[in-house]
């Protein structure tokens, strides 16, 4: 069964430093996508990084970066230069194929604080 | 593009009460997702329609639970006989059709139920 595992609950980062935040995913799927969501403290889920199962090159979108490493089935997604707006939850999900079933797994999470 | 909208955005009822949220995707994405997330946790799917037919149901959807989705655009998600289990937050989300950009889900604000 597929499975999101993230092993951070709270992670700590100061202002203007990088920080990575783990996630691994366990699928028997060869074809599937990984997701990167954040939730701030208003509950609505923000899209911030996609990257496919084929795809040759890490997905990066501004100062979101996603370090894919496929052999270890790790998606961990990399902040640059954070900012207190970044203070969130963020959530790693997957959906297995290309879009058959639609349905995301997500993990449980990890609380990120940004120290001034 | 218009986000996803959900409302109403908070409910607080009595048990066995019914209540019924709605939510509105982005116009031009065909596939609507229900979602539910309780206190510290991720997101767990619940159900989902492509166009007005729902094409999946999780385990979670008791016979309590029916969502509907009529003329394919707005959704609802109606909870019979409300339990104080039922407490959580709904989320619903949009995505395009199938093999566009990952197919990447877009949530709404999320619908907060109490149950009292």
């Known amino acids: 069964a597929q499975k999101i595992t993230q092993t951070q609950p709270g992670m700590f980062v100061q202002e203007k430093e990088a920080v990575t935040l783990d996630c691994t995913y366990d699928t028997s799927d060869q074809s599937y996508g990984l997701f990167w969501y954040k939730q701030p403290s208003s509950g609505e889920m923000i899209f911030l990084i996609y990257q496919g199962s084929y795809d040759e090159q890490n997905a990066t979108e501004g100062r979101y970066s996603l370090n894919f490493q496929k052999a270890r089935k790790s998606a961990n997604l990399v902040i640059s230069a954070s900012q207190l707006g970044d203070s969130a939850m963020y959530f790693c999900?997957?959906?297995?194929?290309?879009?058959?079933?639609?349905?995301?797994?997500f993990g449980q999470g990890t609380t990120l604080q940004v120290k001034p | 593009d218009t986000g996803v909208s959900q409302d109403p955005r908070h409910k607080i009822t009595k048990r066995g009460q019914n209540v019924t949220f709605r939510c509105d995707p982005i116009?031009?994405?065909?596939?609507l997702y229900w979602y539910r997330q309780t206190l510290g946790q991720g997101p767990e799917f619940l159900t989902y329609?492509?166009?007005?037919?729902?094409?999946?149901k999780s385990r979670l959807l008791s016979d309590r639970f029916s969502a509907e989705r009529p003329k394919g655009s707005f959704s609802t998600l109606e909870i019979q006989r409300t339990e104080q289990g039922d407490s959580a937050m709904y989320l619903c989300?949009?995505?395009?059709?199938?093999?566009?950009?990952?197919?990447?889900?877009?949530f709404g604000p999320g619908t907060r139920l109490t149950v009292l």
């Open positions: 329609f492509q166009n007005e037919a729902q094409l999946e």
């Open positions: 999900a997957m959906r297995e194929g290309m879009g058959n079933t639609g349905k995301l797994i």
């Open positions: 989300a949009s995505s395009r059709p199938p093999g566009l950009a990952g197919n990447t889900q877009y």
């Open positions: 116009s031009e994405h065909n596939r």
